[in-house]
């Protein structure tokens, strides 16, 4: 079974300050790893995924994430945070040839201005 | 989002009524996905397909039935609706393995059993 732990539900930050958003996965074989965002009222958004190659991964809005196979995370980062990044962020793991997606249960981020 | 529709996107019903939503694609994405998302709990996998007539069960599929007759529609029916049913119902469509394309999410439909 594949499944994925979002240790803090909430995560506060100044506007300006580095953002950190931790996960950590349990899957047999090799991980397949996303991060999804979501506003208001509105369905997910693909922000990045780590499918093999370099742990770090770059994605949309200027969102990177770190894979840590010995500490079996990945973990989201932004160097400065904008109140627009104030939203609701899931991490997600599949294994190989499994083509179903696990979920947290979500970290809120909250900007503050 | 483009290329996928959920309806409807609000209902509210009764205890012990059937209840169908349906998703849409554009895409002809040969997977689709229905999830739940309840506070604390993160999105759940309910249902899963991957093609017409080719459907799976999720973690939470108890109370639920699916339907994929077509490629562009995935159909979501309660049975007998719950108060437990009470959530945010998301559609997914993928192109293929998870790990290469991820997901597509309508915007969901919010449904409230009374």
């Known amino acids: 079974a594949q499944s994925v732990a979002q240790p803090e539900d909430q995560v506060n930050v100044a506007e300006g300050n580095p953002l950190t958003v931790k996960c950590t996965y349990s899957v047999s074989g090799n991980p397949y790893l996303f991060w999804y965002v979501q506003y208001p009222n509105r369905g997910l958004q693909f922000l990045l995924k780590?499918?093999?190659?370099?742990?770090l991964v770059k994605g949309s809005y200027g969102f990177e994430a770190e894979f840590n196979k010995s500490q079996t995370s990945f973990h989201l980062k932004k160097p400065s945070a904008l109140v627009s990044d104030s939203a609701l962020y899931f991490c997600?793991?599949?294994?190989?040839?499994?083509?179903?997606?696990?979920f947290g249960k979500g970290n809120q981020v909250v900007v503050i201005p | 989002d483009a290329g996928i529709t959920q309806s409807p996107r609000h209902k509210v019903t009764e205890t012990g009524t059937p209840v169908t939503l349906r998703c849409h694609q554009t895409?002809?994405?040969?997977?689709m996905y229905w999830y739940r998302q309840d506070p604390g709990h993160g999105l759940r996998l309910i249902h899963y397909s991957y093609g017409v007539k080719d459907t799976d069960k999720g973690e939470v599929s108890d109370g639920y039935s699916v339907s994929r007759s077509k490629t562009e529609d995935f159909l979501l029916t309660l049975e007998s609706a719950t108060s437990s049913q009470t959530s945010v119902y998301f559609c997914a469509i993928s192109l293929g393995h998870s790990e290469d394309y991820g997901y597509t999410f309508g915007s969901g439909t919010r449904l409230t059993v009374v």
């Open positions: 895409e002809n994405h040969r997977y």
């Open positions: 997600a793991v599949s294994a190989y040839g499994n083509n179903r997606l696990a």
């Open positions: 780590y499918i093999t190659g370099d742990n």
